[in-house]
């Protein structure tokens, strides 16, 4: 409901963008981090103690740990437990942050709990300086009452940034900790090496709790076992998939890309564990590594693990003649998996689609991404089109506020937008040519796209660039509900080989903003 957001937009920083930024203010007292989120629980009629109540599965990780929750959550909900799950960013709802049984809370339930946990806070703010908990802070605690109100068996908590000093770690027993695929992002929060960033991660392990990792790197690898040796925390590393014994045939993933399977690995191993704590069946030392033998079937977890979705990543919609092929990657390392997945799932399309196809780049990044290191990764899938475009969802006021950064004028994303381009350009040796540069309105956002040469293209908002790269041929853009963005003659003619195409392959990459945006416009499912 508006009223919602008028109230989060005033009284919480509202973007991850300003989360981060909060973040790097702090981070010279982390400690103080964890203190003040102790004190927003309590302002909100909750205490640490009562998290104790969720069972909470807690991961972390740079790549993937979405994905380990997804898999694990589903694994247990097909045991018949009612799951809770914690996960951010979203892709077009703040909703969908907060699960039930892998759903999205409903409007009214989140409506319900969202007063409740606001009112109190704000009743008590002049009595703490007028202080108010920032954007991830408030949702975080959200979640938990959430989740403690609806009396869920379990919990799958995704850590937002780093780990130890992360407001999600007040989580005093969780159950089991997990830490995914580490990588470099964040540098400015978590530091600059993959070593620091392992030892934020490990800052999740507890005293006497059992943790799982999957393969690292040695560097990495050591700084885990040091801090899981330092706090106390019995730590595995999870075996290859391919190492578990298949009843008949290989395990299938819900999620495609090879990258998939050690996430994969790693859930099971949660689940196991967790499992082993609520049943206390004695098989094993607890938290111990999962060996399957003829008395623990794959079969019986197989299901949940092909059940599994998680939209935006690595995720294949097939609109006609128009293939979406969607990944949130915006690190060099996921993008290294996108490019992998894209090129082996793509090629399979084309091989039956019976003639020529074109394929177009749909690209976006933010924040401080490298833009030009994750370009270069993707000129090997010889894209026809590039498309560049900022991730507002439509050049209108109706644009859903959900997916808007309120910290970053459009100005700015355009600009960004333009020297993805210019990055493109020059990847794929393409000299600098003078062009249409596109026009920035002071009271609107622009409705023609920038032209700087046929085989690059700069457009306003994500419907535009949707609109135009599908020329008419996605039934569900070509509805008369939606709004027609006007471009220039000389634009649409550039659209020729899209139109003449037996099929077009639109990979969309860079930003799970961007995705979600995507998929706003997309699948019906994600319309507000």
């Known amino acids: 409901p508006r009223d919602i957001k008028n109230h ?20 010279g007292h982390p400690q103080l981090q964890l203190q003040a989120m102790r004190g927003f629980l309590e302002r909100a009629g909750l205490v640490v103690e009562e998290l104790d109540h969720l069972n909470i599965i807690h991961v972390t990780g740079t790549k993937g740990k979405g994905s380990t929750c997804a898999f694990t959550e589903h694994i247990l909900r097909s045991y018949g437990f009612r799951t809770g799950f914690y996960s951010s960013p979203h892709l077009v709802e703040v909703r969908e942050r907060i699960r039930i049984n892998g759903k999205p809370i409903g409007k009214e339930l989140f409506t319900k709990y969202f007063w409740q946990v606001y009112g109190r806070l704000y009743e008590t703010k002049d009595t703490h300086g007028g202080s108010m908990p920032a ?13 403690l109100q609806e009396k869920v068996d379990l919990a799958v908590i995704e850590v937002g940034i780093g780990g130890a000093y992360d407001c999600t770690n007040i989580i005093r027993r969780p159950w089991v900790c997990g830490i995914a695929s580490l990588g470099i992002d964040h540098t400015s929060i978590l530091g ?12 999740i392990f507890k005293p006497g709790v059992p943790a799982f990792t999957v393969k690292q790197p040695d560097g990495p690898m050591m700084v885990l076992k ?6 106390g925390c019995p730590l595995w590393v999870c075996p290859e998939l391919e190492e578990y014994p298949a009843d008949s045939e290989p395990l299938r993933l819900g999620l495609a890309g090879h990258h998939q399977r050690s996430n994969a690995s790693l859930a099971l191993q949660l689940s196991h564990s967790w ?15 999962l060996v399957f033998s003829n008395s623990t079937s794959l079969s019986s977890w197989a299901v949940g ?10 995720q294949t919609l097939k609109h006609g003649p128009v293939t979406y092929f969607l990944d949130g990657a915006h690190t060099t390392r996921s993008m290294l998996a996108c490019v992998s997945w894209f090129s082996k799932v793509a090629s399979q399309h084309e091989r039956t689609t019976g003639g020529p196809v074109v394929r177009v780049l749909l690209f976006n990044a933010t924040g401080e991404r490298d833009s030009a290191a994750m370009l270069k990764l ?27 950064n309120f910290n970053v004028s459009v100005e700015n994303m355009l600009t960004r937008c333009l020297d993805n381009q210019r990055s493109w350009r020059l990847l794929n040796g393409q000299e600098e040519k003078p062009g249409a540069q596109l026009l920035i309105s002071r009271d609107a956002l622009p409705l023609v796209a920038a032209e700087r040469c046929s085989k690059t293209l700069v457009f306003p908002c994500i419907l535009s660039a949707l609109q135009w790269l599908s020329q008419g ?41 961007l995705v979600g945006g995507v998929l706003k416009h997309l699948d019906p499912s994600f319309a507000s």
């Open 378 to 404: 993707l000129v090997p899938c010889h894209f026809d089109f590039a498309v560049f475009c900022p991730n507002i969802t439509e050049a209108i006021a109706s644009c859903n506020a959900d997916q808007q």
């Open 192 to 203: 600059d090496t993959i070593e620091k960033i392992a030892w934020q991660k490990g800052g």
């Open 226 to 231: 040091e801090r899981a040796k330092e706090i």
């Open 305 to 314: 693990l092909e059940d599994t979705e998680w939209p935006g990543r690595t």
């Open 135 to 147: 954007y991830f802070r408030f949702l975080t605690i959200l979640a938990f009452h959430v989740f």
């Open 275 to 289: 499992l082993q704590r609520q049943f206390e069946d004695g098989v094993g030392e607890l938290g111990s590594i």
């Open 8 to 27: 989060m937009h005033s009284c919480f920083f509202f973007t991850n963008a300003c989360a981060l930024e909060q973040v790097r203010r702090e981070r």
């Open 473 to 513: 041929r996605d039934s569900v853009l070509a509805h008369p509900d939606k709004r027609v963005i006007p471009v220039k003659p000389s634009v649409t003619a550039k659209a020729a080989p899209l139109r003449d195409a037996a099929g077009i392959h639109v990979l969309v990459a860079g930003s799970l903003h």
